[in-house]
């Protein structure tokens, strides 16, 4: 096992969510709906989407942010324990399969107006 890439990114929150206000279609090009929705059918809180966001940017880094990836190829999911984790398809697999990357980690912060990610690909 090795590390084969590291991510990091940050977003500011009200800016995230003016974005979304401002662009029709952007949360259905970047989120899948499990992830713009909770299991109860309630909209996730912004903070937690803008995490989101900020993980798929890191997730991007990590894997030497080429052309072509599709946001919605990646996926924050959450374990029961409330532990989030990447899942990856399409053109994030395939990027992901070329370097060798086995394995994803990531974790999530929001706080003081800022949400924040870091995502760790590993082989
Ligand atoms: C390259 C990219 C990640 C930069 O992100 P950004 O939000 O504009 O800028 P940030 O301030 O968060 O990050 C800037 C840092 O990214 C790093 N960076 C730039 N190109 C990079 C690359 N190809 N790989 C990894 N890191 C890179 C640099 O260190 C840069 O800092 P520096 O200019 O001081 O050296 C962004 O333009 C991009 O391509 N995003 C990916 C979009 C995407 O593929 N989405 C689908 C993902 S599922």
Redesign the pocket.
Known sequence: MSIIGV?I?VAEIDRFRASLERTPGLADRVFIEEELYLPSGERRGIASLAARFAA??A???AL??PAG???T??EVYVEDSGQPRLRVKGT?AARAAELGVKSWHVSLSHDAGVASAVVVAEG
Do not use: N, P, Q, S
């Open positions: 991510g990114d798929k940017e997730l991007a880094k030497g942010a990836l599709y946001w190829d990646a994030v």
